[in-house]
């Protein structure tokens, strides 16, 4: 029930803005469902390797996409990590380097289920209230630069995105706050990632 809930439910609020948005800017090229590009990305607190699809809302204000990440045992020392992520990223302008070709500073978060065996939404009962708070759920910050080609003869993508970007968990920052032992150089980490347009 958890993981159907999970996967269902960002898909709904996804889907359903989507719907909304494309109705207000009145774009009848495509069906609202349809994704304006697929994603794949490198590290970034949302699995080793993430892949999914997003969509371009409010005139390009702001890209919301749906992920899954996955991060096998070996990485994780532990047991797989499977994650399913809902990420907004804002473009805070653009600049036309040439021909076909745009940079974009970017900001953005993320927010992140852990949809696993090892982690928890709602405190174990062999816990006192309020021992731990749940590990399950995570959000992301992050800022970054994305740069943007049109194909100029496109077959499948009419272009694609090639972002990186530095984040940090909200957990890792509120230690790097309230802890002297948490260094705030310690908190953060990169990724990369692109984006292929329909």
């Known amino acids: 029930m958890k993981i159907k809930f999970t996967i269902i439910f960002p898909l709904i609020i996804l ?3 989507n ?9 009848k090229t495509k069906s609202w469902y ?5 994603k794949t990305q490198f590290a970034g607190n949302i699995g080793l390797v993430s892949v999914g699809a997003g969509y371009q ?3 390009k204000v702001l890209y919301t996409e749906l992920l899954y ?11 797989n990590i499977h994650l ?4 907004n990223t804002f473009p805070i302008y653009r600049k036309e380097i040439g021909k076909n070709l745009t940079i974009t500073p970017i900001a953005g978060f993320a927010a992140t289920l852990d949809i696993g065996t090892t982690t928890f939404t709602t405190l174990p009962s062999k816990f006192p209230d309020g021992y731990y708070v749940p590990t399950a759920f995570h959000a992301t910050l992050f800022g970054g630069i994305m740069v943007h080609k049109d194909f100029t003869k496109p077959k499948i993508f ?7 970007e530095i984040g940090t968990v909200e957990s890792y920052l509120w230690y790097a706050i309230t802890s002297s032992v948490v260094d705030f150089s310690t908190i953060f980490s990169a990724d990369v990632g692109v984006n292929f347009y329909f």
């Not at 349809?34 to 697929?38: A, E, F, G, I, Q």
């Not at 399913?84 to 990420?87: A, C, L, Q, R, V």
């Open 57 to 59: 809302l409010f005139n």
């Open 69 to 79: 990440g996955f991060v096998p045992k070996r990485v994780s020392k532990a047991e």
């Open 15 to 17: 889907l359903y803005t």
């Open 34 to 38: 349809v994704p304006d590009y697929v």
């Open 158 to 164: 009419k272009g694609m995105d090639f972002y990186v």
């Open 84 to 87: 399913i992520t809902i990420k």
């Open 19 to 27: 719907a909304f948005t494309q109705e207000i800017n009145l774009d």
